[in-house]
């Protein structure tokens, strides 16, 4: 059964409020489209009224990363949400979101500044922003995100943590693909070559993990055989590797504490990333 598709505020609050009046908990998954199994997993793990988001966010774009390119399909994401228990579509427009003399911006220090932050300025500004705004429209119970955007899952945590936002976030583990590279929208744009190579960022995160594992506790020495590692793929462009806190996306010097390692890879001209927790 498709879920129906609601555009306005005042539809998929007064959506809400009826679930609700009928003791049903709201869950809610924001994506920006062009769907994949990785979102379907999020609407699965979701439970009861379960409301899916589809926004292209215009104020999560740099300016030379091309808002008007980003795929949108909304039959087949509505098809796709259907088949995963979706109970509800909520796809705004940008004039729904941002009126017209739209002024305010929520935005997590340090944590947004490096690693994707750092080649993207003003991203996660953007993410935060809509996040918060779908958060006050839908006022779900518990939201759900995957491990796969690990930086952008800390961020909104902290965000809600920090702001006293009344819902439980709650990370989904990767969805792979059987060779390994995670599930992403972008993975559509790699070549025949360039995806023969994409499972080799996972293979190479397994790699630091094992090294880490065997004994290797010097982040340095893991970041440098990481990226050494990244650089062997065929057509590979390093953005970052790094081996940080888990908790404040810090750089560390020891893996005294829960740690990860974050990568971004171009390959062509797709920009992918994926992650690894080490301890």
Sequence with gaps: MLPPIVTTIADVRAAVDAARAAQKPIAFVPTMGALHEGHA??????????VVSIFVNPTQFGPKEDFAKYPRTIEADQKLCGEAGASLIFAPGVEEMYPTNSVTFADVAKLGDHLCGAARPGHFRGVCTVVLKLFNIVRPDVAHFGAKDYQQARIIAQMVRDLNVPVEVRVEPTVREA????????NRYLSTDERTVAPRIYQMLQATRT?????????????????????????ARVDYARVVDAETLQPLARLDRPA??????????????????LA
């Excluded at 090294?211 to 990481?226: Q, W, Y």
């Excluded at 974050?262 to 001209?269: D, R």
């Design 41 to 50: 997993a999020l609407v699965r793990a979701a439970r009861e009224f379960v």
């Design 179 to 186: 060779d390994g590279l995670a599930l992403s929208s972008r």
């Design 211 to 235: 090294r880490a594992g065997a004994g290797e506790i010097d982040a340095a020495r893991l970041e440098s055989a990481l990226a050494a590692d990244l650089a062997t793929i065929p057509g």
């Design 260 to 277: 990860v390692a974050a990568v971004a890879v171009f390959l062509g001209t797709t920009r992918l990333i994926d992650n690894l927790v």
